[in-house]
């Protein structure tokens, strides 16, 4: 069996809020993890974009390939 809400009902219903101090912390805390997750994703388009770089060097042969732990050319 499901119950119905009409819309007077939900009107009528109180949600209580955090304090306005408590609201104000958990946005700070929201735009510094926002911000830290931008300087992420910046540090990961760098980094692709080098690697996208390094390889197509590899492909056109301006580049030589080297072993990854003694650099020394394959």
Known sequence: MQNNVNSEELRSLLIPLPLLQMQNEVMRHMESGCEKIRKEQEAAAQIAGEAEREVER???GTEKVFHRFNKQPA
Request: glycine share 0%.
């Open 58 to 60: 590899l492909i056109l």
